[in-house]
């Protein structure tokens, strides 16, 4: 049974940093692909930072390159999204996502498997 465990979420300030947690069950990192996503509100779900199974470095939307930084714990089964340099358009609910493939996926559509999702609200 796969299951994805978002958290870290939280209220931050302009600037701020926060660091996000998708603890991962039911797969193996060597074959699955995780993208995480976000959904500002009253808009539509986006994709900010990727990672292959080949655990290449991660890949990132062109709004948050530079400021997120995806990385994974293979120990702890726990793929993390770091954000830094918060802005207010960074509001949104964040999921991470897991697919079977040795590549880089951006597509959701493409992603069999979505946690829960978890807010980040950047106040001004």
């Known amino acids: 049974d796969v299951q994805l465990q978002a958290s870290g979420g939280g209220l931050v300030q302009t600037g701020g940093s926060l660091r996000l947690s998708c603890v991962v069950s039911g797969i193996r990192f060597d074959e699955y692909a995780i993208g995480w996503f976000r959904q500002p509100p009253g808009k539509g779900r986006e994709g900010v930072a990727f990672r292959s199974s080949a655990e290449e470095s991660g890949k990132y939307a062109e709004s948050v390159k530079g400021r997120f930084t995806i990385s994974t714990d293979i120990a702890k089964s726990t793929v993390f999204l770091q954000l830094r340099s918060l802005k207010p358009e960074d509001t949104a609910i964040y999921y991470c996502?897991?697919?079977?493939?040795?590549?880089?996926?951006?597509?959701?559509?493409?992603?069999?498997?979505w946690g829960q999702g978890t807010l980040v609200t950047v106040s001004s």
């Open positions: 996502a897991a697919v079977k493939s040795p590549f880089v996926v951006r597509g959701d559509i493409l992603y069999e498997y």
